[in-house]
């Protein structure tokens, strides 16, 4: 099956440090990539959509230039978040979703567990 | 809009019993409707998913759900739950036809298998 690949499964780093995040398909071709915030209990936040090859769309009160996004190609998306501070603290997952039509389900990453000292 | 609601964030059976975690669903236009599982600290995985074919739907590990328009519901079950089942299950939605927007989740129902 699709497989969706992320990296690193866990970072921990002083405040204003930056992070990047990598989500890559391995096995098929994603014209879209989803970024989600998980806090402990909670469901998946939407933090944004990227297409690749354009900007991403950002949800409501999702700082773009905390969290940077790039889709450079179909099958890798990168979320940097920079200059982290302990509030960044949180689990990231990637999503990435085929071309077709809209009944291809989205695939998941092992999300990443960010702590900011 | 689309929109899903869970009832119930906690689920208790004991192995071997049924599993029945419900998810209701709003959505004007037809919908997609997924189930995925996650097990702590890891991604989402997809159990099964609904668009617009077969009603029933059987999905890995001995779970299915039936989608049932007159009730707006995709609730998902299993005959007999073992102690491996014990998780995070989430329901979403999606509209047909919507290109590249994303799945609309619940918030997600704790299952836990009581040995």
């Known amino acids: 099956g699709a497989v969706v690949s992320q990296h690193p499964s866990r970072v921990i780093c002083k405040s204003g440090t930056s992070v990047k995040i990598e989500c890559r398909s391995l096995?098929?071709?994603?014209?879209?990539m989803f970024w989600y915030r998980q806090f402990p209990k909670q469901s998946l936040m939407l933090m944004a959509t990227?297409?690749?090859?354009?900007?991403?769309?950002?949800e409501q009160g999702v700082e773009k230039d905390k969290f940077l996004i790039n889709h450079a190609s179909l099958t890798l998306s990168t979320l940097t978040v920079t200059s982290a501070h302990p509030e960044d603290s949180s689990f990231y997952i990637c999503?990435?979703?085929?071309?077709?039509?809209?009944?291809?389900?989205?695939?998941f990453g092992d999300g990443t567990r960010l702590s900011i000292l | 809009a689309q929109s899903v609601t869970q009832l119930g964030s906690h689920v208790s059976v004991s192995e071997g019993a049924l599993v029945l975690l419900r998810c209701n669903y709003s959505s004007s236009v037809p919908p997609y409707l997924f189930w995925y599982v996650q097990y702590p600290n890891q991604g989402l995985q997809l159990l099964l998913k609904y668009t617009s074919a077969a009603t029933l739907v059987k999905g890995i590990n001995g779970f299915e759900a039936e989608f049932k328009k007159s009730e707006t519901s995709f609730h998902l079950t299993k005959p007999s739950a073992h102690m491996s089942d014990a998780a995070e299950y989430f329901c979403?939605?999606?509209?047909?036809?919507?290109?590249?927007?994303?799945?609309?989740f619940g918030k997600g129902t704790r299952l836990s298998v009581i040995a």
């Open positions: 096995d098929f071709q994603a014209t879209t």
């Open positions: 979403a939605v999606r509209a047909a036809f919507s290109g590249n927007t994303p799945l609309v």
């Open positions: 990227s297409n690749e090859g354009s900007k991403a769309t950002y």
């Open positions: 999503s990435a979703r085929g071309q077709g039509e809209g009944n291809q389900p989205q695939h």
